[in-house]
């Protein structure tokens, strides 16, 4: 267990997981309760309209990541994340004050909401990139694993605080507690210890550097392969706050309060893959394949649970499941690339991993209004099953890679690699 932790050794990095930790529960907080307001507040149980809010929300990865990247590789990250965390803070308090006074109206939750996609967008290179500086490079992959399980601690608790602080004193308060929360990280990477952070290359200024970046990822076939599958699930598969809205509130005629239970139990999935994920040494790309596999399955069996106990309680392997093939897809591309590459090929990879979700947010919304919520999460199931399969028939076909499989001392499968690609 000792080794799950590893990277908690390091002071610096004590100070950004807990900080982090409370941020992303205020995180967790605002994504439902802005899904809430919209979908029975703002519209009529329109899942239309809360994947136009969340496409609106991840649209500027599509539009701003590559040079968020650029600016992860040159600029001092540590004063970055100051200013990305200062403007999320100050558009939740916005939206906070608007729905508070009762004025809030859906071109308010829409432009927000693309405003924080904005500061998200430069936020979330910088944020991956930075780990680096905390920890030793044999701990990276420990504290990319530890930073998840931030995240989905904070998953445990934030929804079902959401869903209880809507139903109890409304949506507003719940906006305010997420902008205040940003404070711990800005407290934080004001006190940190500069003469301990590990300096990073940077990327000179010169013509060309974005070009640069993306020659780099086309000539990286594994990185490829991780871009295109994570592009399809995020599209399809990774919509569990609109999903997960449309089921409690449509198919299962349930309430705020447990619409957030949702979130949380979602969220022991993840935080169980999250620490999983901290005590593994060398993610590879064939895990994020195999994850792949499973998150495909186990959204199809979700998807036809009678009730909602069972769907709530078949959510854990769901979160397992996707949290695994999340973290095997960062840890991978983090550990491989080039330490002056980093930041633009994270941007990238950010880009089509974050930026294909408006694409297909508003198309999952339109099924599940149209064809039923449960239908919502079977697109997701189906198209991650389509691009896996192609993916793994791709790699073995193209990486002549050989499967061998043993009976002692326990069944598997040995995926043998050849001497000069992945």
């Known amino acids: 267990m000792a080794s799950t932790f590893t990277s908690l050794r390091q002071p610096n990095y004590r100070l950004w997981f807990g900080a982090a930790l409370v941020a992303n529960v205020g995180t967790w907080m605002q994504r439902v309760g802005q899904d809430w307001v919209v979908l029975t507040h703002l519209t009529n149980n329109s899942g239309t309209a809360v994947g136009i809010t969340t496409a609106l929300q991840f649209l500027p990865f599509l539009l701003l990541s590559p ?13 970055l994340l100051m200013g990305t965390q200062a403007a999320m803070g100050v558009l939740a308090f916005v939206l906070g004050a608007l729905t508070m006074s009762g004025v809030v109206q859906l071109w308010h939750v829409y432009t927000l909401a693309f405003l924080l996609g904005v500061a ?57 507690i997420n902008g205040a929360s940003f ?28 070009r640069e970046a993306m020659r780099y990822v086309r000539g990286r076939t594994d990185i490829v392969i991780i871009m295109v599958v994570m592009a399809v699930v995020s599209m399809f598969g990774l919509n569990f706050q609109l999903t997960s809205a449309m089921m409690a509130r449509v198919e299962f005629g349930k309430g705020a309060g447990e619409f957030g239970v949702l979130g949380s139990v979602l969220a022991i999935g993840s935080l169980t893959g999250a620490l999983l994920a901290a005590r593994r040494d060398r993610p590879r790309v064939r895990l994020v394949l195999g994850a792949g596999f499973a998150f495909a399955a186990a959204t199809a069996v979700n998807a036809l649970m009678p009730t909602f106990l069972s769907y709530m309680l078949f959510a ?32 990238l990879y950010m880009m089509v991993f974050q930026g294909a979700t408006p694409i297909g947010s508003p198309l999952v919304g339109w099924i599940g209004s149209e064809f039923g919520p449960r239908w919502s999460i079977l697109v997701g199931s189906i198209a991650t099953f389509l691009v896996v399969t192609a993916a793994t028939i791709w790699a073995l076909r193209n990486w002549d890679l050989r499967l061998r499989p043993h009976l002692h001392p326990r069944p598997r499968l040995e995926i043998v690699y050849p001497r000069a690609t992945v």
């Not at 968020?68 to 540590?78: S, V």
Request: proline share 7%.
């Open 67 to 79: 040079y968020a990247g650029l600016l992860a590789d040159r600029l001092p990250r540590r004063k």
């Open 120 to 176: 998200a967008a430069i936020d979330a290179p910088v944020r991956q990139t930075f780990v680096a500086e905390l920890v030793p490079p044999q701990n990276l992959p420990n504290a990319i694993g530890l930073n998840s399980a931030s995240f989905n601690a904070a998953r445990l608790i934030g929804p079902g605080a959401a869903g209880l602080l809507v139903a109890a004193v409304g949506a507003g308060w719940v906006f305010i």
């Open 183 to 210: 404070a711990a990280t800005i407290a934080a990477l004001a006190v940190m210890n500069t003469k301990t952070l590990r300096e990073l290359p940077s990327a000179a200024r010169s013509r060309g550097q974005i």
């Open 316 to 347: 854990i392997p769901v979160g397992l499941a996707s949290l695994t093939m999340m973290t095997a897809a960062n840890a991978t591309l983090q550990t491989s690339v080039a330490p002056a590459m980093r930041g633009r090929v994270m941007a």
